[in-house]
């Protein structure tokens, strides 16, 4: 087994490993750390103003050189909730606030607006983004067709085999295979349908299903997890809780403390955030929401009306009401190291535990330009 594979060959990296990427935590240096490595970074951009986003880009690209993915939102958005069902959730959700001496003040419904990912394609195109990678869904054909106009390789995300085929079928010239164990929103896109399968059941089914590269993810935090989804036969792996509590993480202290502290069993699925499904540490927000008799918003609507309270819980480093995204080895992440080592020992992991993959880079690294000291 070699590193070089058709992953890295399309994606134009040595290392198939892919930084996943993860909205709140992910920092164009974080980005930067783990492309100037030789694998993937992904800078996310979902929900995020096309203004804003932009910036992000320049100040990956002020950062490395390398090959980076782009990662978007590709939803459409509902038609908004009703009143008395978003009154009914907003009056719960302050009544907790304010026992738990937290001032939020309420939201208008008629005042919130979204972005589209369709208004983040331009910002693609103007900045040259050459991988794109998409979660919650699949852009529409216009959408993709100019994204394959401007060169774009496009990533789409999987959580079951029906998903994996919709986007080989859609375009998309690369398929992550979420498990159910990854950390942060499921990327189902199904109606009526909440795939629950494990990453060892679902890499080797997609795999055999669709000619593009596949990259597991979930619950693949060290070499060891590397190794084994590339044995599953995937080409790559998109780790994402492993970099959780690296240097460059936007994690605060507390949030860091509580990811520090997971267990096997100390995350669980939750609509309460955002209105979709999504893997983290339990806090009292979550707590709170379950337990009452309330109707859970539709995404983006309860996750708009749950910002506040991220942002001023975060602000106070007060972790009950932040969205801790973490997946079922979080635990395993190492804390204190900068993405760049994080990767490194990752690497060298795998090449213990599969070591044609070490001699075939160091051949490479030998035969390459400016390598010859
Ligand atoms: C904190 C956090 C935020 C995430 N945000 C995103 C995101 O913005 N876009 C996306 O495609 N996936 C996101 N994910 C999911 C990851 O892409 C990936 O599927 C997951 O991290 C893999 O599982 P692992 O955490 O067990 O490694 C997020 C995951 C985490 C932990």
């Not at 100390?266 to 109707?295: C, K, M, P, Q, Y």
Request: hydrophobic share 45%.
């Amino acid at each position: 087994m070699e590193w070089k594979n058709n992953l890295s060959s399309m994606l134009g990296i040595i290392y198939p490993i892919v930084q996943a990427p993860m909205l709140g935590i992910t920092t164009p240096e974080m980005v930067a750390a783990v492309s100037n490595g030789g694998a993937l970074g992904s800078l996310p951009i979902g929900n995020i103003a096309p203004s804003t986003a932009r910036t992000l880009i320049q100040q990956v690209r002020k950062l490395t050189t390398k090959p980076f993915a782009v990662n978007v939102f590709a939803y459409d958005i509902p038609i908004s909730p009703d009143q008395t069902s978003f009154d009914a959730m907003q009056n719960m959700l302050q009544g907790v606030y304010t026992r738990n001496g937290l001032g939020v003040p309420p939201i208008d419904l008629k005042t919130l607006s979204f972005f589209s990912y369709k208004d983040l394609l331009p910002v693609l195109i103007e900045e040259k983004i050459d991988i794109i990678s998409f979660t919650f869904g699949i852009p529409d054909a216009a959408g993709v067709s100019l994204l394959k106009q401007s060169n774009a390789k496009l990533i789409g995300t999987a959580t079951s085999l029906e998903e994996a085929v919709l986007l080989e079928q859609r375009g998309m010239d690369v398929i992550v295979a979420q498990g159910i164990e990854a950390g942060g929103h499921r990327g189902s896109f199904l109606a009526d349908s909440f795939p629950q399968v494990g990453v060892m059941a679902l890499v080797p089914q997609i795999v055999d299903r669709v000619k593009v590269p596949v990259i597991a993810a979930g619950g693949i935090v060290d070499g060891r997890g590397v190794a084994a989804g590339l044995m599953l036969g995937a080409s790559g792996v998109q780790p994402g809780s492993a970099f959780l509590l690296c240097n460059e993480s936007q994690a605060t202290g507390a949030h860091k403390a509580a990811i520090a502290a997971a267990t096997d069993t100390t995350t669980r699925l939750t609509r309460a955030f955002s209105g979709r499904w999504a893997r983290g540490l339990t806090n009292t927000l979550i707590a709170a929401v379950e337990d009452a008799n309330v109707d859970i918003l539709p995404y983006p609507y309860q996750d708009a009306l749950t910002q506040p309270a991220r942002k001023a819980s975060r602000e106070q480093d007060n972790p009950s009401f932040v969205a801790m995204w973490a997946g079922q080895a979080a635990g395993l992440a190492k804390e204190r190291l900068g993405a760049a080592e994080i990767l490194q020992q990752m690497i060298s992991q795998t090449e213990q535990l599969i070591p044609s993959l070490a001699a075939t880079t160091n051949n490479a690294a030998a035969g390459s330009p400016g390598n010859h000291s």
